[in-house]
Nanobody, 125 residues
Framework: VQLQASGGGSVQAGGSLRLSCAAS????????MGWFRQAPGRERESVAA????????YYADSLKGRFTISKDIAKKTVYLQMNSLKPEDTAVYYC???????????????????WGQGTQVTVSS
């Protein structure tokens, strides 16, 4: 599985961005696609995740209500709509894929085997 993240950029606080993660290669209905982010000097943290089949979603508590994850199965693409962006959202955003993980592990980076290259999001005040 290869993952290609895109859509990052620079925005003012309060603005919006939509990230895309295109998957290629073999993908299976039991895969979970996740978004993570890492700011300079900080650990990688979970943002959101979605299961290909059924669409079960997970969100980091601090981001609920501002970020929305969705998928387009035909395009093998997962999206992350980010609204009301804040300077503290500035980070490199990564998409990742995991196979056969339970919901309680959706937010754990160690659960994911495949990773994209990351896309930079910069929010200025």
């Amino acid at each position: 599985v290869q993952l290609q993240a895109s859509g990052g950029g620079s925005v003012q606080a309060g603005g919006s961005l939509r990230l895309s993660c295109a998957a290629s290669g073999r993908t299976f209905s039991d895969y979970v696609m996740g978004w993570f982010r890492q700011a300079p000097g900080r650990e990688r943290e979970s943002v959101a995740a979605i299961r290909w089949s059924g669409g079960t979603t997970y969100y980091a508590d601090s981001l609920k209500g501002r970020f929305t994850i969705s998928k387009d199965i035909a395009k093998k693409t997962v999206y992350l709509q980010m609204n009301s962006l804040k300077p503290e959202d500035t980070a490199v955003y990564y998409c990742a894929a995991a196979s056969r993980i339970i919901y309680s592990n959706f937010g754990l980076p160690s659960s994911y085997y495949y990773w994209g290259q990351g896309t930079q999001v910069t929010v200025s005040s």
